[in-house]
């Protein structure tokens, strides 16, 4: 059952484009994140926010940024796209706490032709 | 800094017979939970283990794991697996400052 929603399911584009993927979280989390998970099913974090504050990134290059309009939604914008960026991309949420479920979404899958 | 170490790459058992997923962390903290999850074909990885108890038993869906913090692992095993088990396997460290740390992830193929 998802309680984490990403549009769109796929995105091809070009290189030099500017992208935006979409996420909610209807389970009531405070923190939600984003992560890139490559072609060999690396799993590796982004960003994560709390309550409207960043507080990860994980070296991430500055083309990609978080925009946040209230903590059940997360959405992720890429400036102008690299083949490296191809990759599938997975929105996640939780509650605060170290021993608390991270629930993904089922993930954008991004095609930088 | 944090990390995560799995079996890596593929690993592939016959039907019936048990399997065990390596997976060892580094961690400096000592408020730490550690999870397994599971990622089926063209799905979201979603849990299947957590513990944060030292040397203390945790099972679902016939899959089972042991936080043991001297030898900083948590193996995740099955002692029968069935075709079903087919799938990508996470091993995860939280620190509870809002960062999960991932394993590279382990393929898993039952085969008859």
């Known amino acids: 059952e998802t309680a984490v929603f990403q549009t769109p399911n796929y995105h091809v584009t070009q290189v030099g484009n500017e992208v935006s993927f979409n996420c909610k979280q209807t389970?009531?989390?405070?923190?939600m994140y984003w992560y890139k998970q490559d072609s060999k099913k690396l799993l590796k974090i982004m960003f994560s926010?709390?309550?409207?504050?960043?507080?990860v990134n994980e070296t991430v290059p500055r083309r990609f940024s978080p925009q946040s309009s209230d903590k059940a939604h997360l959405n992720l914008r890429i400036k102008s796209v690299e083949p490296e960026d191809s990759a599938v991309y997975l929105c996640?949420?939780?509650?605060?706490?170290?021993?608390?479920?991270?629930?993904f979404g089922k993930g954008t899958r991004l095609t930088v032709v | 800094g944090d990390s995560v170490t799995q079996t890596e790459g593929l690993v592939t058992v016959t039907e019936g017979l048990p399997v065990m997923l390596n997976c060892t962390y580094q961690?400096?903290?000592?408020?730490?939970?550690f999870f397994w999850y599971v990622q089926y074909l063209n799905e979201a990885p979603k849990l299947l283990l957590r513990?944060?108890?030292?040397?203390k038993r945790t099972e679902h869906q016939g899959f089972h794991a042991t936080l043991h913090k001297s030898s900083s692992s948590f193996h995740l095993q099955k002692s029968s697996v069935q075709l079903s088990d087919s799938a990508l396997y996470y091993c995860?460290?939280?620190?509870?400052?809002?960062?999960?740390?991932f394993g590279k992830g382990t393929s898993l193929t039952v085969i008859p």
């Open positions: 995860a460290l939280s620190t509870g400052y809002q960062n999960f740390y």
């Open positions: 389970l009531g989390h405070d923190t």
């Open positions: 961690t400096a903290y000592s408020d730490v939970a």
């Open positions: 996640a949420s939780s509650l605060q706490g170290s021993s608390t479920e991270v629930f």
């Open positions: 513990s944060s108890t030292d040397n």
């Open positions: 926010y709390n309550n409207k504050q960043l507080i």
